[in-house]
């Protein structure tokens, strides 16, 4: 960011002497830009530093800027919740149907074992007798 003319230090060198460095003016200029892009797909682990850095950084925006950008970040959630409301549904109906398949194949294995284990050992063997 100092080669790029973003930072300078404050009463020191630099990196030399570990000194306090602040945003030049172009260095303002680019945070603004940042700050008013949008938030990206999600992403957890890109998308929730960027908002946090968003949060932290929104006073410096104009009124105007800063209700956009609060605007733009309750869609992300709102559309974020709507993605794991879905997840969640399909997951919980995924559960039933293989809760439902899995009490099928038992109730099918335990009929076939108690109607004639003589004649299918394997099955004898599965349901432990021997």
Known sequence: MRYEGLIEAV?????VDN???RLTRS????????????LRAPSVEF???VLAL????????DDVDRRKQLALIRESCASEIVRLKELSAATTSA???FAAGSRARSTS???VSASSPASTPHVSRCAGRR
Do not use: D, Y
């Not at 260095?27 to 949008?38: M, P, S, V, Y």
């Not at 968003?54 to 925006?61: E, N």
């Open 54 to 61: 968003k949060l932290r950084f929104l006073p410096i925006l």
């Open 95 to 97: 559960r039933r149907r």
């Open 19 to 21: 000194a306090e460095m």
């Open 27 to 38: 260095g303002h200029e680019a945070l603004r830009t940042l700050l008013k892009t949008g």
């Open 109 to 111: 294995l335990a009929n």
């Open 47 to 49: 998308s929730q530093p």
């Open 11 to 15: 009463g020191g060198t630099g990196m």
